[in-house]
């Protein structure tokens, strides 16, 4: 279904533009991942906390990266190597948001 849906988007878009497509935690899985890169959309999409990442030899959750405001290039998620991994805090540091990114 979400290949059907980005197939369409990628045909109804003028070819003129280019398109960062925003996703939240709902869709942050590795099939919408592997579709976007195929078909050559940029993306931001927010992953929930649990979600296990690898940087570099070390596998984490993404709820155990400190919580401060960072980037980390070339993350994994499973065996897929996608580019970054934006950590957002908010002001008072209650709360962190976990993006990932292909620009």
């Known amino acids: 279904m979400e290949e059907a849906f980005l197939l369409r988007l990628q045909r109804i878009l003028p070819k003129k533009f280019q398109y960062i497509l925003v996703f939240d935690r709902g869709f942050g899985n590795l099939r919408i991942l592997e579709n976007l890169e195929k078909l050559g959309f940029n993306y931001v999409i927010r992953f929930k906390e649990n979600t296990k990442i690898k940087l570099g030899i070390e596998e984490i959750k993404m709820s155990d990266l400190p919580k ?5 290039t070339n993350i994994q998620l499973k065996d897929e190597k996608f580019r970054n991994l934006i950590i ?3 002001k008072n540091k209650n709360s962190k948001t976990s993006l990932v990114s292909n620009f």
Request: hydrophobic share 40%; charged share 25%.
């Open 88 to 90: 957002s805090v908010s």
């Open 68 to 72: 401060i405001a960072d980037k980390y």
